[in-house]
């Protein structure tokens, strides 16, 4: 499996990205797809997740009414759109991709794959 991140790019505060992640391989029928970020010197925190089965999406309490999760079984690919960007948001951003259901935001080890990565800065 992998996972190739896009979308990534530098924006003012309070306006908008949108994140892609395409996945192609050897794709279970149902998935946790998440998007991670990290800023320098910081943890890797969870941002968002879904549910590839049923669409249901979890947040960080720091990104809630701003980012929205959203996926293409389709396509194979999950989408982060961002808006009202704050300085705060701007780190390196990582999709990820885990077998089986979501029922909460995963931790990091919780996921099996993980993308390179798309920069996101904010001024």
């Known amino acids: 499996v992998q996972l190739v991140e896009s979308g990534g790019g530098s924006v003012q505060a309070g306006g908008s990205l949108r994140l892609t992640c395409e996945g192609s391989?050897?794709?279970?029928?149902?998935?946790?797809m998440g998007w991670f970020r990290q800023a320098p010197g910081k943890e890797r925190e969870g941002v968002a997740a879904?549910?590839?089965?049923?669409?249901?999406?979890y947040y960080a309490d720091s990104v809630k009414g701003r980012f929205t999760i959203s996926r293409d079984n389709i396509k194979n690919t999950v989408y982060l759109q961002m808006n009202s960007l704050k300085p705060e948001d701007a780190a390196m951003y990582y999709c990820?991709?885990?077998?089986?259901?979501?029922?909460?935001?995963?931790?990091?080890?919780?996921?099996?794959?993980w993308g390179q990565g798309t920069q996101v800065t904010v001024s």
């Open positions: 990820a991709a885990g077998p089986g259901d979501c029922v909460r935001l995963r931790k990091e080890y919780e996921y099996r794959y």
């Open positions: 391989g050897g794709f279970y029928s149902i998935w946790c």
């Open positions: 879904i549910s590839t089965r049923t669409g249901t999406a």
